[in-house]
């Protein structure tokens, strides 16, 4: 029960984190704006709130004695998966703090950058706080204000990963992997739903338009097999009228 919960709870702040990293990537773009900032404000907190409960209730795990060897083993996996997950996230967090302060909202000091992005990201914000639509509440002065809070949440976030060195010790080099790298790629299965929501994924290409690219692909084989004729026979007849004429 102990090791299922600690999933469940690990992939959910995976994927709280994975939504801040998306929406971090629009800061500073042309889909910058006061909704984002607040989406960014409430996805972070949402991913600290994931945090604490995750530290605490591995860090206990990982306390107790009386737990089998081969539980040790599963608990000090998800403890690297969990340090992992919160190196990310702190990353992150940097990065939207310098974006922030380099392209401020109220008072613009550079024009936003055109990367290509378009459209809303509030789907990927709803998905992070498991609601079917964001309601916004933010004042004007977010993306100064909020900035202050970034800094000092930071912080915290790397106070708290060197107490958790601290309390638990945990050597990443010595934890066994489960499964091969990248096998999550080869899967067919499909990503469960979890309390916090899901990311999309991308869906296959139906299976008629690859057959459609395949024809393409056929007939401009025929059609080099063609030219190359073509240009042999022009060849051959230029070269006799050459000798004919000599």
């Not at 909202?105 to 914000?125: C, D, F, N, W, Y």
């Not at 050597?171 to 469960?192: D, F, R, T």
């Amino acid at each position: 029960m102990g090791k299922e919960e600690c999933k469940t709870m690990l992939d959910a702040l995976n994927k709280v984190t994975a939504c801040y990293r998306h929406l971090v990537v629009a800061l500073g773009s042309t889909s910058d704006s006061q909704n984002l900032r607040e989406e960014l404000k409430r996805t972070r907190k949402k991913a600290q709130e994931l945090a604490v409960a995750n530290r605490t209730k591995l860090t206990s795990l990982l306390k107790d004695k009386s737990i089998s060897k081969e539980d040790r083993a599963e608990y000090e996996r998800l403890w690297v998966l969990f340090s992992s997950s919160m190196d990310l996230l702190e990353v992150d967090m940097k990065r939207s703090l310098e974006i922030g302060q380099d392209f401020p909202l109220k008072v613009p000091t550079r024009h936003l950058i055109q990367t290509g992005m378009t459209g809303s990201t509030s789907t990927v914000a709803a998905r992070a706080m498991s609601v079917q639509n964001m309601k916004y509440e933010a004042d004007s002065n977010i993306d100064t204000a909020d900035l202050r809070d970034l800094q000092a949440e930071i912080g915290q976030v790397s106070q708290m990963m060197e107490e958790m060195e601290m309390k638990v010790q945990v050597a990443p080099w010595a934890v066994e992997a489960k499964q091969e790298a990248g096998a999550e790629l080869k899967s067919n299965m499909s990503v469960g739903n979890s309390s916090v929501g899901v990311i999309s994924i991308c869906e296959e290409e139906p299976k008629d338009e690859e057959a459609g690219g395949g024809g393409d692909a056929s007939f401009a084989s025929i059609c080099a097999v063609v030219v190359f004729f073509v240009i042999v026979t022009v060849a051959v007849v230029l070269g006799y009228l050459v000798i004919n004429m000599s």
